[in-house]
């Protein structure tokens, strides 16, 4: 009997060999229910086997195979191959997370066309030309001519869609086949030269992988240049593969991409989808219907045989990589992805991850720059705040608050932008400037409130939180960022004729919450916004002049390297949000660093500047992209337990290590506790991907096989942002 090998959803790398009375070739690739244990599992067939190491008398047999959909091709099954091995996770889990739910189940997938492409009949036509009287139907075919093809969902959407079921049913608009699905809208803009460079560039490079850096300043038009480019693969015949940090964040690309072409496929990919609609995005992917596939990270193993181009927007952006379970990030996998097919891959953003801006710099990567925005003549003017001799209420300076009246009293709107991030991270004396640094290395130490210590969280070092400044003696020394939770409130009492709106994952829970914020915005109806990090990313607020950014200073001393990186990024998006439209705008930072070479290099827009100083930095202080890391994690209700898997994994790491794998002391986490569990770390280290990983592979299978405690829990995160 043909015997199948199957990768289940457990926590243990191995595959399972089940029978099948008539399994085949074809069925490498699709999802199979199997019996396992007492119960029953999802999973896929990954191999065919003559022989398996099980006794074939205790073979159990596969109790159904899905054979509606297409099996997952070779080089898919490649893909989550790489995956697994390169994040150290089980094949069977990264098979789940990368399959949706629905389709994993091996349910059937319903699969209708359910929005078809709409165009004018002859019929329609003809009444339109003769149009003696107005009527609601003659004025939806007038939209619809002036529209072109457009799917029925759009058409609905029309000033006078609700007539559209009357026109159908009349004749006069009617279902079309066999329309270009590259042939874009006829409302396009014409390219700026920057863009058209750009497009040229990736057009006129020979065919196979090529990765491009494509960085442009907010506002540049970098969405035109994927736009074009996707034009160029689908008039090629091919699929392409867009990712967008978050899609809750960008309803807005969604529609801009399904509107510029209205007779393509446009599937997106997102956790947020309904099942049914998950499944059947992922099998139009998959059997080469879709045209586009846009989504977040997930959505980077969305099958797709006629692949021809794959499109990272925000590149830097941290949301692509995952930080539970198997810990991936879209961004690296979609390289792979294209290396692997053997086609271009653009990242664009307007500040590169420094990985990235590094690959460009040493040309591993090509270049393609937008200096000029498309629209407004120029970027806002930035200017500093120094506020280390001043008193503010309750996190505003005099300044700020003066200049978000004067856009009061001009109809215009104001951001202030909370950094909320790095809160609480490092102590510091306002007096001399001092800041807690570890002894032992060049990251600072992080103030843990609860136990009153100050730790380093690369070494380990521990010492008391002392009780003034070791350099001046100054007694008010204070974790930073305090206080900006108060700002909305301020705000309400110091303006009261201001609409105050508060934007932040608290008020933009879901999907719907963030769109109806985002059309309040948009509409005039808010006077002062209060934002987190969501307010930085790609909007346009044309009635937004003024941002005002209080608390970025906690990030420049933060313990995690990347934050100065994280906070230059977000104040150039941010600052990147005012006057985007024809209003200049104007970005006001508060600090009480105003010298520091981050601000100066943001107030002349110079992200390479700060990126090459930044790196400088890092390979001073050997941080990564200089080396590369691996953390491992643990937790359990009790601190110690998880201290004690860790130094024992360290003892072990200690024999197993070649030279160049530095290993480092297992520390509690920066927030140690959550949801009820004690949290810590361990480091791991090397100068060179390959000997980190051949060490880690052999690492992780001895932990594997070891005995923990029963609510111990512990993963490993591979290239992990968050040190
Ligand atoms: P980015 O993603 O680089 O921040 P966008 O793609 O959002 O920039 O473009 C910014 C604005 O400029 C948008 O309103 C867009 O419609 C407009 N735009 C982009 N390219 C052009 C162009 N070639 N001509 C006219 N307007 C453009
Ligand atoms: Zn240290
Ligand atoms: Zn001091």
């Not at 592979?697 to 490993?716: F, K, S, Y």
């Amino acid at each position: 009997m043909p015997i199948v090998r199957v990768a289940l959803p457990v926590p243990l790398p191995q595959l399972f060999d089940y029978s099948s009375q008539d399994a085949c070739d074809e069925d490498v690739g699709r999802c199979v229910r199997v019996p396992f244990g007492r119960g029953e599992k999802s999973g896929l067939i990954v191999a065919r086997v003559a022989e398996s190491d099980l006794d074939p008398a205790r073979l159990k047999a596969v109790r159904h195979i899905q054979r509606e959909v297409a099996p997952l091709p070779a080089d898919w099954l490649e893909l989550v191959g790489f995956v697994a091995r390169y994040y150290h996770a089980p094949l069977g889990e990264v098979i789940a997370l990368a399959l949706p739910p629905g389709l994993r189940r091996a349910d059937a997938v319903s699969d209708r066309e359910s929005d078809p492409l709409l165009d004018l009949s002859e019929a329609g036509h003809a009444a339109l030309a003769e149009g003696r009287r107005a009527s609601r139907a003659l004025a939806l075919l007038g939209e619809l001519r002036a529209a072109g093809v457009i799917r029925r969902s759009a058409a609905r959407e029309l000033p006078a869609g609700a007539a559209l079921g009357d026109a159908m049913k009349r004749g006069w608009v009617v279902a079309v086949r066999g329309a270009d699905p590259a042939m874009p809208a006829a409302n396009r803009p014409e390219l700026t030269d920057e863009q058209r460079a750009a497009v040229e560039a990736v057009s006129a490079a020979p065919q196979g992988f090529a990765p491009w850096l494509l960085q442009g300043v907010t506002g540049s038009g970098k969405t035109e240049v994927y736009l074009r480019l996707a034009e160029r693969a689908l008039a090629a015949g091919q699929q392409v593969l867009m990712l967008v940090p978050e899609i809750a964040l960008t309803p807005q690309l969604e529609s801009r991409v399904a509107n510029r072409f209205p007779a393509a496929c446009v599937v997106s990919l997102h956790s947020a989808l309904a099942e049914g609609a998950r499944s059947r995005g992922f099998v139009q992917a998959l059997e080469g219907r879709a045209d586009i596939v846009l989504g977040t990270r997930l959505s980077v193993f969305a099958p797709l045989p006629r692949l021809g181009l794959i499109l990272v927007d925000e590149e830097h952006d941290a949301s692509y990589k995952q930080q539970e379970g198997v810990r991936y990030s879209a961004r690296d996998v979609a390289v792979w992805r294209a290396r692997q097919r053997g086609v271009p891959v653009v990242l664009g953003s307007a500040t590169p991850s420094l990985e990235s801006w590094q690959h460009a710099r040493l040309e591993r990567y090509r270049s393609l720059r937008l200096d000029a925005r498309a629209l407004a003549s120029t970027l806002p003017a930035v200017r500093r705040i120094d506020t280390r001799r001043m008193k503010l209420d309750e996190g505003l300076s005099p300044q700020l608050k003066t200049a978000i009246g004067e856009r009061l009293a001009r109809g215009e709107q104001s951001l202030v932008f909370l950094n909320r991030r790095g809160y609480a991270p490092v102590l510091s004396c306002p007096a001399c400037g001092w800041v807690s640094q570890c002894p032992h290395c060049s990251a600072n130490l992080v103030v843990h409130l609860a136990d009153r210590r100050l730790r380093c969280h690369h070494c380990g070092c521990d010492t008391e939180v002392p009780h003034h400044c070791p350099v001046c003696s100054n007694q008010d020394i204070q974790p930073f960022g305090r206080g900006t939770q108060r700002v909305e409130a301020r705000l309400v009492e110091l303006f009261p004729e201001a609409r105050v709106l508060r934007v932040d994952r608290d008020s933009a829970r879901t999907r719907n919450q963030w769109e109806s914020l985002l059309a309040q915005i948009a509409s005039g109806e808010a006077d002062i916004l209060v934002g987190t990090q969501m307010m930085a990313k790609g909007h346009d607020f044309p009635q937004l002049t003024l941002v005002g950014v209080i608390g970025a200073d906690a990030s420049l001393h933060a313990a995690d390297f990347r934050a100065p990186e994280r906070l230059f990024q977000q104040l150039m998006q941010v600052g990147g949000r005012a006057g985007r439209a024809h209003l200049p705008g104007e970005v006001l930072i508060q600090t009480e660093y105003p010298d520091h070479p981050l601000y100066r290099c943001l107030v002349k827009h110079d992200f390479d500047a700060f990126a090459a100083s930044a790196l400088d930095e890092r390979r001073a202080a050997g941080f990564p992209p200089f080396t590369f890391q691996a953390m491992l994690r643990a937790d359990a209700p009790m601190l110690d337990d998880a201290m004690q898997f860790l130094a024992h994994a360290r003892r072990l790491a200690q024999e197993m290590a070649p030279a160049g794998v530095r290993v480092f002391d297992a520390v509690p986490m920066r927030m140690t506790r959550l949801a009820r569990r004690e949290r810590a770390q361990l480091l791991v280290e090397a100068d060179e991907r390959a000997p980190l990983q051949g060490f880690i592979a052999h690492w992780i299978e001895v932990l594997r096989g070891q005995r923990t405690h029963r609510e111990l829990r512990w993963q490993l995160d591979v290239d992990p942002l968050d040190v």
